[in-house]
């Protein structure tokens, strides 16, 4: 079986220009979670998604950010415009279906660096 | 609000030794514990979990961990510590309700071995 895999692993882009962070979940998984980790910091809850619906997107920081799930498979985080204190590692994870009793597979992550 | 405290951000043990790492969580009804554990350059990797039942769980790799709800205490151990164990260890706790997905991280541990 796949893991989760992020795509790309490395990304280093001036501020002001617009990243987009792709993850492909483990198949028949419906819950897909966004994660950051920004560096000295613990790692942070940003979205889930279960299918293509977003049942909690409290984390997300600001409107720069914009959480997409189209068909319920892969999803993609863009960062437009990207600030400074948006570098960090991005983790995306997915569960299969259940009320939080599911644990969740991450991916390795993108580590996101901005000039 | 959940919150999950790692007191110890750096430990290092000698090789065979044995090991515990801390985790005191905030949480207002019976948690969902996790440890996971990222090595360098790699994704989390969860270790195990506690979702209700029996409170020493048994991990992958040797690892096991005790619920004490008395203490809020989640402690990760292992009795004899190998050199492929170096990594950051995180603890986390799950959510209810509608927010059942997102995990609450601690600091992390990073886990020093000494030959």
């Known amino acids: 079986e796949a893991g989760v895999t992020q795509f790309p692993s490395h990304s280093v882009i001036e501020k002001g220009q617009t990243v987009t962070l792709r993850c492909d979940p483990i198949s028949g998984h419906d819950n897909l979670y966004w994660y950051r980790r920004v560096m000295g910091k613990e790692i942070k809850f940003l979205l889930h998604?279960?299918?293509?619906?977003?049942?909690?997107e409290s984390g997300m920081p600001n409107n720069r950010f914009l959480a997409e799930r189209t068909g319920g498979t892969y999803s993609t985080l863009k960062v437009q415009p990207a600030e400074l204190e948006d570098s960090g590692v991005y983790f995306c994870?997915?569960?299969?279906?259940?009320?939080?009793?599911?644990?969740?597979?991450f991916g390795d992550g993108t580590r996101l660096s901005i000039l | 609000a959940q919150s999950v405290t790692q007191p110890d951000i750096h430990i290092t043990v000698s090789e065979g030794a044995s090991l515990e790492l801390r985790c005191n969580y905030s949480?207002?009804?019976?948690?969902?514990l996790f440890w996971y554990v990222q090595s360098p350059g790699q994704g989390l990797q969860l270790l195990l979990k506690y979702f209700s039942g029996d409170t020493l769980v048994q991990g992958i790799k040797g690892f096991e961990a005790e619920f004490k709800r008395s203490q809020s205490s989640f402690n990760l151990r292992k009795p004899s510590v190998h050199w492929s164990d170096a990594a950051e260890y995180f603890c986390?706790?799950?959510?209810?309700?509608?927010?059942?997905?997102?995990?609450?991280f601690g600091q992390g541990t990073i886990l020093t071995v000494h030959p």
């Open positions: 994870a997915s569960s299969q279906s259940g009320k939080g009793n599911q644990p969740q597979h």
């Open positions: 949480y207002g009804a019976t948690p969902y």
């Open positions: 998604f279960v299918k293509e619906s977003k049942q909690d």
């Open positions: 986390a706790v799950g959510a209810g309700g509608t927010s059942y997905g997102k995990l609450t």
